[in-house]
Nanobody, 125 residues
Framework: QVQLVESGGGLVQAGGSLRLSCAASGRTFSSYAMGWFRQAPGKEREFVAAIKWSGGSTYYADSVKGRFIISRDNAKRTVYLQLNSLKPEDTAVYYC??????????????????WGQGTQVIVSP
């Protein structure tokens, strides 16, 4: 019903920046919110940021507040995650996700119904 395509990952030095993109297609009208999660080697998938399609309300994990910015282009059905002041501990595979069933913005992975393939971010010292 909903397809998500991520891009923008790569290798960057500590202190650098990247912008991740996630393009949504299919039944995008049924998507209430979009989220970004990340999974580092040996760790569980964790919430990073989320945004509501209507109104654009945003939510951030404490670990990224002040450094990352989530935004969206409603016309293009695309969400972005601007990664600034990157640290080695930000190294992870970053996933975008779409929430269909939820009527509030989820901050847990279980609240999302569709997932992208992931894009790798590696931050070197």
């Amino acid at each position: 019903q909903v397809q998500l395509v991520e891009s923008g990952g790569g290798l960057v030095q500590a202190g650098g920046s990247l912008r991740l993109s996630c393009a949504a297609s299919g039944r995008t009208f049924s998507s209430y919110a979009m989220g970004w999660f990340r999974q580092a080697p040996g760790k569980e998938r964790e919430f990073v940021a989320a945004i509501k399609w209507s109104g654009g309300s945003t939510y951030y994990a404490d670990s990224v507040k002040g450094r990352f910015i989530i935004s969206r282009d409603n016309a293009k059905r695309t969400v972005y995650l601007q990664l600034n002041s990157l640290k080695p501990e930000d190294t992870a595979v970053y996933y975008c996700a779409a929430a269909i069933k939820s009527y509030s913005v989820p901050v847990a992975a279980s609240g999302y119904d569709y997932w992208g393939q992931g894009t790798q971010v590696i931050v070197s010292p």
